[in-house]
């Protein structure tokens, strides 16, 4: 089977959340799978943002990896991978001794200890809760992973301090500017050699977290940067104009 695994943000979907390539790249789509191929949406956004945006734009895909890996869906379960609870608490505690700012995701909600900075990606459905603290929810919530926002020095230190203390945890600096707190073995890439062992799947994709999917995709597409291993192209309408060439 042939599968065609995509990111969401800047591979999709534009700064405006609309579609990259618009109904091109919607029919192109709506070919691949009239023509049996299965289609997944691979993204750092929370799994009901991609239930919204596949209803919006009316994509009909029932495969979804969401949190860059932490949470898969298909064959209507969805299965996620959490954070050890005294684990989670630790990290907190440790994370409130620096001048960053923090998120903390579960399977259906991102805690914020004050409103979201306005230059994150719009959610299509708004999950975001304000709370001043997070230790007393911890023990009642199923966290997947802890965003940290901050300046690169500072998010290097915690790196360290991170990887050092806590075995079962992964500390990835996603940007200059924002490190994520993850179970071990977490990647975007985990995730599709979990859901698709024997297919051969085609990832399209634009940032560092994509990366993790060019070792187990039978065709890795990156936009707009040369990376060893990967076929550039200028955007997701070239890449499946690609695909549709073998």
């Known amino acids: 089977m042939k599968v065609i695994v995509f990111d969401l943000d800047g591979t999709l979907l534009d700064t405006k959340n609309e579609i990259i390539g618009g109904e091109k790249t919607l029919s192109l789509l709506d ?79 991102r805690y914020w200890m004050s409103p979201r900075d306005p230059d994150f990606p719009k959610e299509f459905y708004d999950s975001s809760i304000i709370k001043e603290d997070f230790k007393a929810i911890i023990p009642y919530q199923p966290v997947v992973l802890y965003l940290v926002v901050g300046e690169k020095e500072c998010l290097k230190e915690i790196q360290t301090v991170i990887k050092k203390k806590f075995t079962q945890v992964d500390a990835i600096l996603t940007s200059k500017t924002s490190l994520e707190i993850v179970p071990l073995h977490i990647s975007k890439g985990e995730a599709i050699r979990t859901m698709y062992p024997e297919d051969e799947v085609y990832a399209i994709g634009d940032s560092e977290s994509d990366l993790a999917m060019l070792e187990y995709a039978h065709r890795f597409y990156y936009v707009k940067e040369e990376v060893e291993g990967a076929i550039c192209v200028e955007s997701i309408l070239e890449a499946l104009e690609k695909i549709k060439e073998e």
Not at 44 to 68: C, F, M, P, W
Not at 70 to 80: D, P, S
Request: hydrophobic share 35%; glycine share 6%.
């Open 31 to 109: 070919d691949y799978q009239e023509s049996g191929y299965r289609l997944a949406i691979c993204t750092g956004r929370l799994d009901h943002d991609i239930v919204a945006i596949n209803r919006k734009y009316h994509l009909g895909i029932t495969e979804r990896i969401s949190q860059n890996g932490a949470v898969i869906y298909q064959g209507n379960q969805l299965n996620a991978v959490l954070l050890d609870k005294q684990a989670a608490v630790k990290i907190y505690d440790l994370l409130t001794e620096y001048d960053v700012r923090v998120e903390m995701n579960t399977v259906s909600n």
